[in-house]
């Protein structure tokens, strides 16, 4: 004898579907709200890596500024050899802002400027973002390199206590030198460009690194690291010459004589480096405003998340003079 079977009514059916949209939707909401947490954590952790990087790249250089290997004194006064400034040298502003010491005013082994134009340092540079800094660092790379390991397209920097040479990997005869060791010699230029990157076409800040070599084009640029929109410098400046720094100055009010002695009279920068994500996120709005010593960025709600380092760098080799 068969049993009457009962179906679900169509309340019941009602009724189900409904519970099952609320737990399918609040499945979905969890799982929306745990994609847009990733996103977010790996963006902010992408600005950090990229931020750290760039800062300690720019503090390694600033702290060894103006280092000339075992010479206990100033370059310029001590060279024996030095090759000439190329014409189409990368020079920042100043009678003796070159990659070489010149027998005219001090040499600047540190100098910044602000970009106020794409094209700087002697053309040598066209494609400058604007409204971030140019800085030039000269020095020694810090560890010293056999004869039989100097590259033809490097120079190199030959010192003792008291006397110096800066020559040609392919010099072929190394000058004789009493007590003294080879290092690289090296002339840094940073600033930022804006590169087209990836498929969709995005604008990407880059910061850029231009690196001496012996070529037909004495500076070589190449892209350090992506998502750096600013860099700006505040140089502490000792203006009554005791030891001290009494103020700190960005580069457009530095006097003349500040980068002509700038082993005596700046003995700090502050640096500023603002980061970008490389893309854009459409959820969220940067209403913030970024003070970079005396001047500010407003991200104006774009969707663009950020960071801003800054940090202060006492430089080692300060109270050397170089004239």
């Known amino acids: 004898m068969m049993k009457n079977q009962r179906g679900f009514t169509l309340l019941e059916i009602f009724i189900a579907l409904a519970i099952g949209l609320v737990i399918i939707g609040g499945t ?4 929306v709200g745990l994609k847009t947490t990733t996103t977010e954590t790996s963006s902010m952790g992408e600005l950090q890596e990229n931020g750290r990087f760039a ?23 001590n060279l024996q050899l030095v ?15 070159g990659s070489f010491p010149e027998d005219v005013g001090g040499f600047r082994a540190l100098w910044g400027g602000p970009i106020i134009n794409s094209t700087i340092l002697n053309g040598c540079v066209t494609d400058a973002a604007l409204n971030s800094d140019v800085l030039e660092i000269k020095r020694a790379i810090a560890s010293p390199v056999a004869i039989g390991e100097l590259e033809d397209n490097r120079y190199y920097i030959q010192s003792n206590l008291t006397e110096a040479n800066i ?13 003294s060791r080879i290092w690289e010699y090296q002339h840094h230029i940073y600033y930022i460009r804006e590169s087209s990157i990836g498929t969709d076409g995005e604008v990407v800040p880059v910061l850029m690194q231009g690196r001496l070599q012996n070529n037909a084009n004495p500076v070589s640029f190449n892209m350090l690291v992506e998502g750096i929109e600013r860099i700006h410098f505040m140089f502490g400046v000792d203006t009554d010459n005791d030891g001290v720094v009494n103020a700190y100055m960005p580069s457009n009010e530095m006097q003349a004589d500040y980068w002509d002695s700038a082993g005596v009279r700046i003995l700090a920068v502050k640096m500023y480096v603002l980061v970008r994500s490389i893309r854009r996120d459409n959820n969220y709005s940067n209403d913030n405003v970024y003070q970079m010593g005396d001047m500010s960025f407003d991200a104006n709600g774009d969707t663009y ?8 760098v006492a430089l080692y080799n300060a109270r050397v003079k170089e004239f």
Do not use: H, Y
């Open 83 to 97: 090759p000439a400034n190329a014409a189409n040298d990368c020079e920042g502003e100043g009678l003796n802002n």
């Open 167 to 179: 020559f040609p990997g392919d010099i072929g005869a190394v000058p004789a030198l009493v007590e």
């Open 28 to 31: 979905l909401s969890v799982f």
């Open 55 to 77: 800062v300690a790249i720019l503090t390694e250089d600033l702290l060894r500024q103006s280092f000339w290997g075992d010479l206990n004194g100033a370059l310029s006064s």
């Open 305 to 312: 998340r950020r960071i801003l380092f800054s940090t202060t």
